[in-house]
T-cell receptor, first 112, second 112 residues
Framework: SQQGEEDPQALSIQEGENATMNCSYK?????LQWYRQNSGRGLVHLIL?????REKHSGRLRVTLDTSKKSSSLLITASRAADTASYFC????????????FGTGTQLKVEL | DVKVTQSSRYLVKRTGEKVFLECVQD?????MFWYRQDPGLGLRLIYF???????EKGDIPEGYSVSREKKERFSLILESASTNQTSMYLC???????????FGSGTQLSVL
């Protein structure tokens, strides 16, 4: 079952612009994580936000979490061509045991 | 750095063959996971393990089994490969649960 759903499915922007991706989920969570995947490779962890946190920063990344709306957003500021990748949110649920449940991802393309 | 190694990057098998996908992690993580990734469906959890010889079914365990005889190694077994098991298979490990996942590079399996 898919817990997280990302929006948009695909995003194309120019280098230097900001990119915003959204994630919605259905059940209560312990934490929400964002991952990045370059084409045909494994996923790399970007950032984790706990259910009692509202905002978190890491370099050019900013993540927000609204548990009342069951949604999160990932903002990449001043994007670069190297940011071109797929981005996935993943939720760790209160009753979900040891596992994370992933969404379907947003494909980001940053053009020069 | 945590390293998760999957034994094959690309694999081609015939329908009905028994297929073994191997995964090894070098950071003494308790938890290990197998996901499959298909276009438009994101990552779906097949099986996970939180200790040696322990296993739990994920969301799509049918047609698969797993083995964890040693802490560092988690094997995915396709008992009788079918064409609908053609997919990218991703192994991951984590120290805590539901914690940050460290992924291998993936195995692209084609069943002909």
């Amino acid at each position: 079952s898919q817990q997280g759903e990302e929006d948009p499915q695909a995003l194309s922007i120019q280098e230097g612009e900001n990119a915003t991706m959204n994630c919605s989920y259905k059940t209560s969570i312990n934490n929400l994580q964002w991952y990045r995947q370059n084409s045909g490779r494994g996923l790399v962890h970007l950032i984790l936000i706990r259910s009692n946190e509202r905002e978190k920063h890491s370099g050019r990344l900013r993540v927000t979490l609204d548990t009342s709306k069951k949604s999160s957003s990932l903002l990449i500021t001043a994007s670069r061509a190297a940011d071109t990748a797929s981005y996935f949110c993943a939720t760790g649920s209160t009753g979900g045991g040891n596992k994370l449940t992933f969404g379907t991802g947003t494909q980001l393309k940053v053009e020069l | 750095d945590v390293k998760v190694t999957q034994s094959s990057r690309y694999l081609v098998k015939r329908t009905g063959e028994k297929v073994f996908l191997e995964c090894v992690q070098d950071m003494d993580h308790e938890n290990m996971f197998w996901y499959r990734q298909d276009p438009g469906l994101g990552l779906r959890l097949i099986y996970f393990s939180y200790d040696v010889k322990m296993k739990e079914k994920g969301d799509i365990p049918e047609g698969y089994s797993v083995s964890r005889e040693k802490k560092e190694r988690f094997s995915l077994i396709l008992e009788s490969a079918s064409t609908n098991q053609t997919s990218m298979y991703l192994c991951a490990s984590s120290l805590s649960a539901p914690g940050v996942l460290f992924f291998g590079s993936g195995t692209q399996l084609s069943v002909l």
